[in-house]
């Protein structure tokens, strides 16, 4: 196998996530990219190529085919080699995970990543079904999510058989909306109780409005470098260990979920195994679901995460911080940019620089992202592990 090159995250920024309703996508663009720059120095000639990750682009804002041209032009960067990356909740993180391989096996030196969406319409039942279109399936009623169904068929699951109740998924909102009191960034700033978690209005049983995340706009963007670019300029980072992207299953069965596979290799790569991870950021539509997610990547054993979430080892200051920006229920979910953000979140932990929410002595942080529908599995997911 021909040796890898090694790739450190250098400069990134996270714009402002919710609903923002008056901004377009270039808006939402502009400033993260602007700051990403200017936290290195590196001009735009020296940009070799970027990678654009957005989902709904073309069925909300009718921009489909170029849309990384058009925002990168105009936001004053060009002309470029643009890659544009649609890949459901994973459209981001398949941005880094392409970006990265284009360093890794040599074809350039610095590259840029932005991930950008915009989910609030004028009618809310058009988001749903530009939604419903990462799916496989078709939603039961106009308006509603079939990932919420799913979301819920999942944590049913997960209660009968290992115990867990609507109390742990209540708690896990929690604990990220906690986190979220302390990212600026965050599209939620408001803490909750256990009981507020519960008697909030249900959506799908057992999930209740609280436990789900919301609509949300927002960008983020991130450069990638060569560790010589990186010495030629006099520049420092996290250095990303594993980049990895698996497709999911339909008929898996009872056999490893897309994400757990995807763990694997990525520890494989990484040299790394999960009792070295510091941190982590997981894919959490709704809460439950974080639950899963970390047993998945192998943080912890079947049917253990809820037992983790009682004791606080997975709230910040506890032994496995998980979604310590307040992960996609709390910190917002606008689906291009939720795993760029992670990635942006998890480069500045391991070095030391995320202020008030820093995870003491972090070394290893992994991104887990998982996209679309396929059958009872996700389409896609990304692992990515970064380290100082």
């Given at each position: 196998?021909?040796?890898?090159?090694?790739?450190?995250?250098?400069?990134?920024?996270?714009?402002?996530?919710?609903?923002?309703?008056?901004?377009?996508?270039?808006?939402?663009?502009?400033?993260v990219?602007?700051?990403?720059?200017?936290?290195?120095g590196?001009?735009?000639?020296?940009?070799?190529?970027?990678?654009v990750?957005?989902?709904f682009?073309?069925?909300?804002?009718?921009?489909?085919?170029?849309?990384?041209?058009?925002?990168?032009?105009?936001?004053?960067?060009?002309?470029?080699r643009?890659?544009?990356?649609?890949?459901?909740?994973?459209?981001?993180?398949?941005?880094?995970?392409?970006?990265?391989?284009?360093?890794?096996?040599?074809?350039?030196?610095?590259?840029?990543?932005?991930?950008?969406?915009?989910?609030?319409?004028?009618?809310?039942?058009?988001?749903?079904?530009?939604?419903a279109s990462?799916?496989?399936?078709?939603?039961?009623?106009?308006?509603?999510?079939?990932?919420?169904d799913?979301?819920?068929?999942?944590?049913?699951?997960?209660?009968?058989?290992?115990?867990?109740?609507?109390?742990?998924?209540?708690m896990?909102?929690?604990?990220?909306?906690?986190?979220?009191l302390?990212?600026?960034m965050?599209?939620?700033?408001?803490?909750?109780?256990v009981?507020?978690?519960?008697?909030?209005?249900?959506?799908?049983?057992?999930?209740?409005?609280?436990?789900?995340?919301g609509?949300?706009?927002?960008?983020?963007?991130?450069?990638?470098?060569?560790?010589?670019?990186?010495?030629r300029?006099?520049?420092?980072?996290?250095?990303?260990?594993?980049?990895?992207?698996?497709?999911?299953?339909?008929?898996?069965?009872?056999?490893?979920?897309v994400?757990?596979?995807?763990?694997?290799?990525?520890?494989?790569?990484?040299?790394?195994?999960?009792?070295?991870?510091?941190?982590?950021?997981?894919?959490?539509?709704?809460?439950?679901?974080?639950l899963?997610?970390?047993?998945?990547?192998?943080?912890?054993?079947?049917?253990?995460?809820?037992?983790?979430?009682?004791?606080?080892?997975?709230?910040?200051?506890?032994?496995?911080?998980?979604?310590?920006?307040?992960g996609?229920?709390?910190?917002?979910?606008?689906?291009?940019?939720?795993?760029?953000?992670?990635?942006?979140?998890l480069?500045?932990?391991?070095e030391?620089?995320?202020?008030?929410?820093?995870?003491?002595?972090?070394?290893?942080?992994?991104?887990?992202?998982?996209?679309?529908?396929?059958?009872?599995?996700?389409?896609?997911?990304?692992?990515?592990?970064?380290?100082?």
């Amino acid at each position: 196998m021909k040796s890898l090159r090694s790739v450190l995250v250098c400069g990134g920024q996270v714009g402002k996530f919710g609903r923002q309703p008056e901004s377009t996508l270039a808006r939402l663009a502009a400033p993260v990219l602007k700051a990403t720059l200017a936290s290195t120095g590196i001009k735009p000639s020296d940009i070799e190529a970027a990678f654009v990750g957005n989902g709904f682009g073309g069925l909300l804002q009718k921009q489909e085919t170029i849309l990384g041209q058009v925002l990168l032009g105009g936001a004053g960067l060009g002309p470029l080699r643009v890659h544009n990356i649609k890949n459901a909740c994973s459209s981001g993180s398949d941005a880094v995970h392409l970006a990265w391989s284009s360093i890794a096996y040599g074809q350039y030196d610095c590259v840029l990543v932005l991930g950008v969406e915009k989910m609030t319409h004028d009618d809310p039942k058009t988001t749903m079904s530009a939604l419903a279109s990462a799916s496989d399936r078709q939603p039961t009623s106009p308006g509603r999510s079939v990932f919420m169904d799913l979301n819920s068929e999942r944590a049913l699951r997960y209660m009968e058989r290992y115990g867990a109740t609507p109390k742990h998924f209540a708690m896990c909102v929690v604990k990220n909306r906690a986190h979220a009191l302390m990212n600026e960034m965050a599209a939620v700033h408001q803490a909750l109780t256990v009981d507020e978690v519960l008697a909030d209005r249900t959506v799908v049983a057992p999930l209740t409005r609280a436990m789900c995340g919301g609509i949300a706009d927002g960008a983020a963007s991130l450069l990638l470098v060569s560790e010589s670019f990186a010495k030629r300029h006099g520049l420092a980072g996290a250095r990303l260990a594993a980049s990895v992207t698996e497709g999911g299953n339909a008929h898996r069965g009872d056999g490893p979920s897309v994400s757990a596979r995807c763990a694997q290799t990525a520890f494989e790569q990484a040299g790394l195994g999960p009792a070295d991870v510091s941190l982590a950021e997981v894919h959490d539509p709704t809460a439950p679901q974080e639950l899963l997610d970390i047993e998945d990547i192998g943080l912890c054993g079947p049917g253990e995460a809820f037992v983790l979430l009682e004791q606080q080892a997975t709230s910040l200051g506890g032994r496995i911080p998980v979604n310590v920006s307040g992960g996609l229920t709390a910190r917002g979910h606008p689906v291009g940019a939720t795993g760029v953000a992670q990635i942006v979140e998890l480069a500045e932990q391991v070095e030391g620089r995320a202020g008030r929410r820093q995870v003491v002595r972090a070394k290893v942080g992994l991104a887990q992202m998982a996209g679309g529908l396929l059958g009872d599995d996700s389409a896609v997911a990304t692992i990515h592990i970064l380290t100082n």
